[in-house]
């Protein structure tokens, strides 16, 4: 069991920046792969970025790519989204996700929701126009 608590999240103007963070705790850290994912009010949740562990491989979603960046600290158990270039699109509550993973499926990467056991509570990222 691993619970995690996401922080960062605000009101920012288009074309700003934040760092949004998850904090891991409970179980060892370093053998689950992340991810990060956004709900905007009325739609899905839909897939941001992935990290396999140890933090080898990267994945974004296209309409995030370029802009966002997803990175891992496994000493301090956290792991980060950097956001920049926002667009009012991009308003949605965040979710950091975790899953188990081998210690050897070092390039695991999970990009659909299902695939994921454990989730924050979010942190709401609005971007003004």
């Known amino acids: 069991q691993v619970q995690l608590v996401e922080s960062g999240g605000g009101l920012v103007q288009a074309g700003g920046s934040l760092r949004l963070s998850c904090a891991a705790s409970?179980?060892?850290?370093?053998?689950?792969?992340m991810g990060w994912f956004r709900q905007a009010p009325g739609k899905e949740r839909e897939f941001v970025a992935a990290?396999?562990?140890?933090?080898?491989?990267?994945y974004y979603a296209d309409s995030v790519k370029g802009r966002f960046t997803i990175s891992r600290d496994n000493a301090k158990n956290t792991v980060d989204l950097h956001v920049n270039n926002l667009k009012p699109e991009d308003t949605a509550v965040y979710y950091c996700?975790?899953?188990?993973?081998?210690?050897?499926?070092?390039?695991?990467?999970?990009?659909?929701?299902?695939?994921?056991?454990?989730w924050g509570q979010g942190t709401q990222v609005t971007v003004s126009s």
């Open positions: 996700a975790a899953e188990t993973v081998g210690p050897h499926e070092t390039r695991v990467l999970l990009t659909t929701d299902k695939e994921y056991d454990y």
């Open positions: 409970g179980r060892t850290f370093s053998v689950y792969a």
């Open positions: 990290i396999t562990w140890p933090g080898i491989v990267t």
